[in-house]
């Protein structure tokens, strides 16, 4: 018997109902994400009797899917997010060291008028 991602709810373990945005459990896997899939390709609920054994599967799959999604298990740092490029949360403010120094010269006016 092998382990699969719930086709259904795609490891998520619930559903959102399209009409009413109510969000319940899976039917199809019984809320846990994850399905036994036996040697005839068809998919049977996880017994809650097994959970204990499967546990240490179930978080390895999970893993695997949250990868999946970009988590990497660290969050990034701010000017690291691609939606903060261009913005000022983009700059990281560690690198700016050698931003360059304001020119001290004035704007063209000298008082010493010929
Ligand atoms: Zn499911």
Redesign the pocket.
Known sequence: MELVR?V??NG??W?EDDFSGVSDD?D??GGT?Y?YRDAAGVDHKIPPADYGQVAATLERLEEERLRELGYTGQAKKPWEQDVRQGTQGGVNPYAAADAPASAGDADGLHPDGG
Request: glycine share 18%; with cysteine.
């Open positions: 719930c259904s709810c998520y373990g559903l899976c199809w896997c994400g399905v």
